[in-house]
């Protein structure tokens, strides 16, 4: 089984920055990509960014492009971490985030979430 934990919510202002962590451990060996999703109140979960375990292939959602940045960290080990870096937040960033591990094509390890929240 693969688990993944989130860290770094919290409340920021408007225009400010987080940034969110996602431990990825256990048999990762079958993991082709980790994303992060969010899910505000009333709406939908969204795919926010996602990168492959090789960090060659990255997506973004067009509301986020050029303000959040995904990153692996430790591309060397079986445990890793999946940054994101959330830079000028708007207060429609406001919402659960939280990561997943994706096999084949289907996401099927999720994180227990972290709140992020932007006050204007």
């Known amino acids: 089984q693969v688990q993944l934990i989130e860290s770094g919510g919290g409340s920021v202002q408007a225009g400010g920055s987080l940034r969110l962590s996602c431990a990825v451990s256990?048999?990762?060996?079958?993991?082709?990509?980790v994303g992060w999703f969010r899910q505000a109140p009333e709406k939908e979960r969204e795919s926010v960014a996602a990168?492959?375990?090789?960090?060659?292939?990255?997506?973004?959602?067009d509301s986020v492009k050029g303000r959040f940045t995904i990153s692996r960290t430790n591309t060397r080990s079986a445990n890793f971490s999946v940054n994101l870096t959330m830079n000028n937040l708007k207060p429609e960033d406001t919402a659960v985030y939280f990561c997943a591990a994706r096999f084949g094509n289907e996401y099927r390890a999720w994180g227990q979430g972290t709140q992020v929240t932007v006050f204007s």
């Open positions: 256990g048999r990762t060996f079958s993991v082709v990509a």
């Open positions: 990168i492959n375990v090789n960090g060659r292939n990255i997506f973004y959602a």
